[in-house]
């Protein structure tokens, strides 16, 4: 094509200098007129006429950089028409091609893209991405909050922005040649988290097939935040801990006297007080067990609450009424006030009843002889209503409240024990309010009493 273009321009070339030779010679000879004379009318004819042929020659050239610099600009839309039927014509359909080809492929790389980025943001896991010099290059918002990362983070070191050898350690040994690395990362206070890390190597997309050069390797690490795992995995084992701890006490205390009594003392007159022992041991067996099961069903969510509108002044009254005998023993008052018989609340009757039992079963356990409990209840604006258990006993450490409401947790345990108790009390209590879609908290000031609130939907009108 180059040559035969080229041959166009010559012979037009050569054509023009052959026609104003003829015109300039004819003006000479045949006219009389000086050299410079016909030199000039010569110039003036060929001006124009050699205008109009640089136009036809370099029109479509000029056309076609146009276009090449629209598609630069990627501001291409349209196809341009060259009416010519030599090579140029076929130049400017290939360069049209090319710019629908390289269009589509553009747009193909765009989606992908944004697909990527869509699904990076989507993410509940946090993703770093380094380079071949293990420098960043891109962090998802993710990341930045689970690690509360500064914007800019792009083209510093993992060690610069996260503070943690065992991971810089880590990339290094992804991007020098391992595949995969994985490791569990502690990150220090505040906000202790603990994360599950796992680091696997990249080939850059201009790297070439089998090329081991670092630069075009690079890694990428994914962080889940197992934190809350690692919590749960520490209450199931202190839990399963408290558990065996509850129910080998009395176990040992029924078999140790249930032996003795097998050895020839069924016979003694203190054979009666040892079976008191055992049976007294196994009602506290069989009270762990059902306050498991109970706390069992809750948790697994099959408990089936039969809603129904409650009078709170009668569920008050008959709780009361259950825990007369233990109220007079320790001489405790108990008063209610603000309880108005017109406050209703929506709720089990069954499963509210155990709530109050359970909260004024603490309070007459743990305030003190000849005091006053007090219950309470007023409406909060909210379409709910918030109850309160108050007594006057020891109250609670500070440091102690957060954890009240777990699973075999006692402030003071032997003191607990000897009273009975179970540690399940305020944790069913917890679970039961949170069924009827109410909230449970407490305060206290140790030495002066504690006060337990929660809340229950008021009856709808």
């Known amino acids: ?35 410079l004379f016909s030199f000039f009318i010569c110039l003036l004819i060929a001006f124009p006429v050699v205008i109009l042929i640089s136009k036809y020659l370099t029109g479509p050239v000029l056309k076609m950089t146009e276009k090449v610099q629209k598609i630069v600009l990627r501001t291409s839309d349209q196809r341009i028409q060259v009416y010519s039927n030599d090579d140029l014509e076929g130049l400017l359909k290939t360069i049209d091609e090319m710019d629908s080809q390289l269009g589509k492929r553009i747009d193909e790389i765009s989606r992908e893209k ?70 569990e990362l502690k990150m220090p206070a505040p906000g202790e988290k603990i994360l599950d890390v796992n680091v696997v190597s990249i080939m850059a997309s201009s790297a070439e097939p089998g090329e081991k050069s670092e630069k075009g390797r690079g890694a990428i690490a994914v962080f ?3 934190t809350r795992l690692k919590e749960l995995e520490k209450v199931r ?57 109970t706390l069992s069903k809750i948790e697994s969510r099959e408990l089936d609450l039969k809603i129904e509108s409650l009078s709170l002044s009668d569920l008050v009254n008959d709780v009361i009424a259950l825990l007369t005998e233990t109220v007079e023993k320790k001489k405790i008052s108990i008063s209610r006030q603000e309880i108005l018989s017109s406050l209703a609340v929506e709720g089990d009757r ?19 002889a000849g005091g006053r409990i007090t219950i309470s209840a007023r409406e909060t604006g909210q379409k709910e209503i918030q109850i309160s258990v108050q007594d006057d006993g020891m109250g609670i450490p500070e440091q102690d409240l957060p954890r009240i409401f777990e699973r075999f947790y006692r402030v003071d345990k032997g003191r607990s024990q000897e009273l009975g ?18 909230k449970v908290w407490a305060e206290s000031e140790f030495g002066k009493g504690s006060t337990f609130y929660f809340t229950l939907p008021l009856r709808r009108t």
């Open 114 to 183: 944004d697909y990527l980025q869509t699904i990076l943001r989507g993410m509940i896991e946090g993703v770093l991405l380094v380079d071949g010099r293990g420098r960043i290059l891109m962090v998802n918002s993710a990341l930045r909050q689970l690690l509360n990362l500064s914007a800019n983070v792009t083209d510093k070191t993992p060690l610069e922005i996260i503070r943690n050898a065992e991971l810089e350690r880590a990339i290094r040994k992804v991007i020098q040649g391992e595949n995969k690395v994985s490791l």
């Open 421 to 438: 108790g179970t540690g399940l009390g305020l944790s069913i209590v917890k679970h039961i309010v949170q069924a009827h879609g109410g």
């Open 350 to 368: 069954n499963y509210l009843e155990q709530v109050f039992v359970n909260l004024l079963d603490n309070a007459i356990k743990y305030g003190r």
């Open 224 to 226: 889940h935040d197992i």
């Open 1 to 35: 094509m180059r040559l035969r273009f080229q041959w166009q321009f010559t012979f037009i070339f050569l054509l023009v200098l052959f026609s104003l030779l003829l015109i300039q010679g004819g003006l000479f000879f045949l006219l009389g007129r000086s050299f």
């Open 237 to 293: 084992q202190d839990f399963v801990a408290n558990v065996s701890h509850e129910l080998r006490t009395p176990l040992t205390s029924i078999k140790g006297y249930a032996e003795t009594l097998l050895d020839g003392a069924l016979k003694d007159e203190i054979a009666y007080q040892f079976v008191q022992v055992i049976k007294r041991h196994s009602d506290r067996l069989a009270k762990i067990v059902e306050d498991l099961l």
